[in-house]
């Protein structure tokens, strides 16, 4: 196969997806547990900006970055599948709405070092959120699809969640 023919396609060109190894597209359903930890000696969640006015009801401006824990069940202790890494930030000014962009980085099984990437509104207070993929790589590369996120636990002492996400992304 020949990367480069001599001719000029200008800046962008229609390519076969065979070229790139894309086999037939497919639906995979994925069930993890999100575990925030905000409090305690080992935190996962961390401020990065605290909201500018402590009067907000919905920490209006917070931007607080997490590393969390993936798991295949509900307890912290259930195998680590993932790990979510990015952040999150209070978007909005009259209810507590989040601005999320993470990474789901798998460490082990058949997605072993592959992303699922998701960016979107969560309103935490609604009993389910859609956030939407919006790529990944590895095995993920060119996915897209919609993560559902459901509150499991939440801890008002600490601020500490366990969130279940079910993940439906279409992949090579």
Do not use: C
């Amino acid at each position: 196969m020949t990367l480069v023919s001599g001719e000029n396609h200008g800046f962008v060109r229609s390519i076969d997806p065979e070229f790139l190894g894309l086999q037939r597209e497919k639906l995979t359903h994925i069930r993890l547990y999100w575990h925030d930890i905000v409090g305690g000696p080992h935190p996962t969640a961390i401020d990065v900006v605290s909201p500018p006015s402590k009067s907000s009801p919905t920490n209006f401006g917070l931007v607080r970055m997490f590393d969390n824990a993936l798991t295949q069940g509900p307890e912290l202790s259930s195998e680590l599948v993932a790990r979510a890494q990015g952040f999150y930030a209070s978007a909005a000014q009259k209810e507590l709405s989040l601005l999320m962009a993470q990474n789901f980085a798998f460490v082990q099984g058949e997605f072993n070092g592959s992303t699922i990437t998701l960016l979107g509104r969560n309103s935490v207070f609604n009993k389910v959120r859609e956030l939407p993929v919006i790529g990944g790589s590895g095995v993920f590369r060119f996915a897209r699809g919609y993560a559902e996120a459901r509150t499991h636990t939440f801890d008002l002492t600490t601020g500490d969640a366990t969130v279940e996400y079910n993940i439906y992304v279409l992949h090579y």
